[in-house]
């Protein structure tokens, strides 16, 4: 297990929350999965981008949103003008939850029990980066960084002010459009994402 050790971070920065993290076993997911996938981007970044929880590239390499998904983020916010070493990015859980099946490891959908356990995480997070702009990408993330059970299509592609000085954004999860089957479909959904990341770069 590779668990990075930062003996001297001081308490109350990213660098000792990080660690913190690496160890973490709140929940049983950290049982199984390579290492803990903490958020990454500047401490003081105005804008944070919140996804579902690392694939199996970002478990191997310990960084999020660099698998297939990743890659779909960074072309469709570059192409929006959003600069991504601005943001800090991040997962409503932050562990790789999978199904070995042969040498595969297929995905699984981290349960609402798993999103409350890695809130402490998550709400840490928010805490010391202080994001002005939240943006919640999937129904997950949308479900842990709001108490109300709202609708993913109620809320997607909106600026909704969460106090006075907080502001959350809700989009898909760029994984949702890798798996859409009809090219059509797809097509018109891609085209959303980019909305959504334009109007992003509009708000920040
Ligand atoms: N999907 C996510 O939600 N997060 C990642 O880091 C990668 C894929």
Redesign the pocket.
Known sequence: RNIPVVPEAPAGTLEALRADAAVCTRCPLHATATQT?FGEGPRDAEVMFV?????DQ?DISGR??V?P??RLLDQVIAEAGIDRSRLYVT?AVKHFKYEPRGKRRIHQKPNMGEVKHCRWWLDLEMALVKPKLIVA??ATALAALTDAKQRLQDVRGKAIAIDDRRTLFVTV?P?YLLRIPDERLKAEELARFREDMAKIQRLM
């Open positions: 996938v996804g579902e929880q690392p694939g970002e999020p949103f698998g998904a990743g997962n990408m999937g999860h994984s």
